[in-house]
Each structure stands twice: as C-alpha cells, then as structure tokens.
C-alpha cells in the first residue's frame, strides 16, 4: 500500500490505482481506474484505504490465477473455475446465464470491474446457501431475509421466491440471485 500511495496521503487516488494495477499486471485507461475506484472505494472519498486496496488486491490475485490466456479477462471457460474456487460448482448452462448477466459490456469475457460485482453476489450466495447445494430453497431464503431484517412470513418468503425463480426451478440459482441482490428492498 505505501508504495502506492506516491504523496503520503494515506489513501490511493486514481493515479496511483492505475501505477498499482500496472504493478500488479492489469493494465487498464484512466477512465476503467476511475469506475474502479469508485466501486472499491466503500467510504466514498475518492481515494482507496488499505482495506478497499486490499480487497481489490485479492480480485486481482483471482482473475490472474484463472487468467489462462493472459488477457486480463476470463472467458467462460476460466470463470468456472474461479467460481468454484469461491464456492460455488457451476454448471455450463448456469456459466452461461451468469455471463449474460455480469457481463455488463457484452465482451464475451469478465473484466475486474465485472468481477468486483460477480464476486460480491457469490460471498453473499454461499453465505445464504446454507446446505451448500449451489441453490437456495424457499427455507434458506426466508432465513436469508430474516437476516438482512427484513420481515419474512411464510407469504412473504413465497412471492419473493416465485419473484425471483424465473426458470421456475424450485431454487433459486445465482444468476437469478444476482437479480435479488440487485434489488435491496424485495417486495414482502
């Protein structure tokens, strides 16, 4: 972190983001330093602390261990096993609506700044995926809800479920997690 932060500051500007991200083998043009920033930065104050710098580390470390072909991407094939490196087994129909969905530029691959969110989703996925089947059940989520406080009877919980289970599975698959985590407020 200090070697970064080039004017003592105690925090890492968008300048010294893009010298750390070159150091750390991920190139990127001032204004993907600048998104970056601004998604990593939790305190928005324009500057990364070495908490927010080091979670962006550990993002970096992920795409470039599964980074193959050395793009600083993934592509479908190297996403699936940095997935199941978080904890989640992935099947190639699932890789498929989970690339849809986080790949927000339609380039065909993840970028770190798509990684960032996809990575979020799946902490919050295996933390409510209770019974670690790669899915949530009606029972998980509406202890899930529970947890983030909000009010969850049995109806509730069950038009949530049916809300968001748009294959109509029965369970509710990251991807379609992913669409709940994106709304903070689920209609109880």
Not at 61 to 89: H, R, T, Y
Request: hydrophobic share 40%; aromatic share 6%; with cysteine.
């Amino acid at each position: 972190f200090d070697r970064f932060d080039g004017n003592g500051s105690g925090g890492i500007d968008v300048g010294e983001l893009r010298g750390a991200l070159q150091y750390l083998g991920v190139s990127c043009s001032p204004a993907q330093a600048d998104v970056l920033l601004k998604q990593y930065d939790n305190y928005p104050d324009d500057t990364l602390d070495i908490k927010e710098f080091a979670t962006i580390v550990r993002d970096v470390k992920l795409l470039l261990e599964f980074d193959s072909d050395g793009d600083g991407q993934l592509n479908m094939d190297e996403l699936q096993p940095a997935l199941e490196s978080l904890g989640v087994s992935i099947e190639n129909v699932q890789m498929e609506k989970i690339m849809r969905r986080f790949d927000v530029d339609n380039s065909g691959t993840i970028d770190l700044v798509e990684l960032n969110s996809l990575i979020r989703t799946v902490q919050a996925f295996v933390k409510y995926d209770t019974d670690g089947s790669g899915t949530i059940d009606i029972d998980e989520l509406r202890g899930a809800l529970r947890r983030l406080g909000l009010r969850a009877g049995s109806l509730g919980a069950a038009d949530v479920f049916r809300r968001y289970d748009a294959d109509e599975s029965g369970v509710i698959e990251l991807h379609e997690f992913a669409v709940l985590a994106a709304n903070p407020h689920p209609h109880l």
